[in-house]
């Protein structure tokens, strides 16, 4: 049974920093590409970051320079190193796992507010 477990939700600042981290099981991590997703009120879910098994990340534009996606295959481990956080950041950031028809994990929520 897979399972995708994300932590490290929570209140920050504007300017703040955050790391969501993401512990897989189930899957065959090491190869398995993983992304980041994020989902606003109101708005469509919204690729953040994805990792390949070979270590090739990609960015969307509105994070590019502020976070870093990485991943740990010792612990089944991806994560989102979250810097500079603005306001629109704020909504719940989801895993994946590019495997088969994918995997969700049922998300963390950040919110970046004064």
């Known amino acids: 049974q897979v399972q995708l477990v994300e932590s490290g939700g929570g209140l920050v600042q504007p300017g703040g920093s955050l790391r969501l981290s993401c512990a897989a099981s189930?899957?065959?991590?090491?190869?398995?590409?993983m992304d980041w997703y994020r989902q606003a009120p109101g708005k469509s879910r919204e690729l953040v970051a994805g990792i390949t098994g070979n270590m090739i990340t990609n960015y969307a534009d509105s994070v590019k320079g502020r976070f870093t996606i990485s991943r740990d295959n010792a612990k089944n481990t991806v994560y989102l190193q979250m810097n500079s956080l603005k306001p629109e950041d704020t909504a719940v950031y989801y895993c994946n796992a590019r495997v088969g028809m994918g995997y969700w994990g049922k998300g963390t929520l950040v919110t970046v507010s004064s």
């Open positions: 189930g899957i065959i991590f090491s190869v398995s590409s």
